[in-house]
């Protein structure tokens, strides 16, 4: 449902993390309830900080989300 609201100035990508690759990058990229199930959530992160816009967010869960 997500994919039929976008339009020109928004796009909406569904892919596993490891399979993802992107030609543009972003202003937002969310981690809804996802982190804490790679064994290191922080190189995950670090692989897609070069799909975020210069003054783009990364939205994460709370710290003691990630740690189990």
């Known amino acids: 449902r997500a994919q039929q609201k976008g ?6 990508v569904n892919s596993t993390a ?3 690759v992107a030609d543009v990058t972003f202003d937002v990229i969310v981690w809804n309830e996802i982190l804490y199930y ?3 959530c922080m190189v995950i992160m670090q692989k ?3 799909y975020l816009e ?3 967010i990364c939205q994460k869960p ?4 990630l740690v189990a």
């Open 54 to 56: 210069e003054d783009g």
């Open 7 to 12: 339009n020109e100035t928004k796009v909406f």
């Open 48 to 50: 897609y900080e070069r």
């Open 62 to 65: 709370p710290v003691n989300r």
């Open 38 to 40: 790679f064994p290191d």
């Open 18 to 20: 490891e399979k993802f």
